[in-house]
């Protein structure tokens, strides 16, 4: 029988090396973080720690802040991911559609977003983290949304502020966005805006 080289020989009869074994670190990068850190939030809620997420990722604590200094900063950048969408330079609605169908459409979107994830409107209520990205998101599409109606800026204040509290409400009660029992609220507070107008 021939002998085989020794290379082949310690790659068919690999000497066990005394110690441990060598762990193999999982691939961690900021789209892993992010999936890993939203399934987590909503599962733990409050008690969601950076040291938890290490954990869940397989990995140690300090990799993670290697990304991200710290909770807030996670959070932040989750919101930005998930809100992605609320995009003023492409908004879900056509400058053609009256003022009432586009309003109702980026409600719809809205709706959309913060109930896929009810822990962000929680935190937002509460506070516990800034959402002036978000704001400044929605602010910028109602702005849009609401052109030609020439609202006084009160009034247009009041309005969106009246729509995403009550989005947020209907999010936080768990109502499914698919219903469409909200348009009539909707309609009602853009009915307010308007009147005297």
């Known amino acids: 029988m021939p002998m085989k080289p020794p290379k082949l020989q310690a790659i068919e009869n690999p000497v066990r090396r005394a110690g441990r074994p060598r762990r193999i670190a999982p691939a961690l990068d900021n789209a892993s973080i992010l999936h890993a850190a939203l399934v987590l939030l909503e599962e733990q809620g409050e008690a969601f720690s950076m040291r938890a ?19 807030e900063e996670l959070l932040l950048a989750l919101m930005a991911q998930r809100f992605a969408a609320l995009d003023p330079r492409q908004p879900p609605f056509t400058r053609r559609q009256a003022a009432p169908r586009r309003v109702l459409a980026l409600c719809a979107l809205y709706l959309e977003l913060v109930s896929a994830t009810p822990y962000f409107v929680r935190l937002m209520a509460r506070g516990l983290v800034t959402q002036a990205d978000v704001a ?30 009550f989005l947020h409400g209907y999010a936080l009660a768990g109502r499914p966005a698919s219903e469409t029992q909200w348009h009539a609220s909707v309609r009602l507070i853009l009915a307010g805006m308007t009147a005297g107008h």
Not at 54 to 71: I, N, P, Q, R, T
Not at 137 to 152: C, K
């Open 136 to 165: 400044e998101r929605f602010t910028a599409l109602f702005e849009q949304a609401v052109e030609g109606l020439d609202l006084p800026e009160k009034t247009r204040l009041r309005g969106r502020d009246a729509l995403v509290d």
């Open 53 to 71: 997420l290490a954990l869940s990722l397989g990995v140690d604590a300090m990799a993670v802040y290697h990304y991200y200094a710290g909770k």
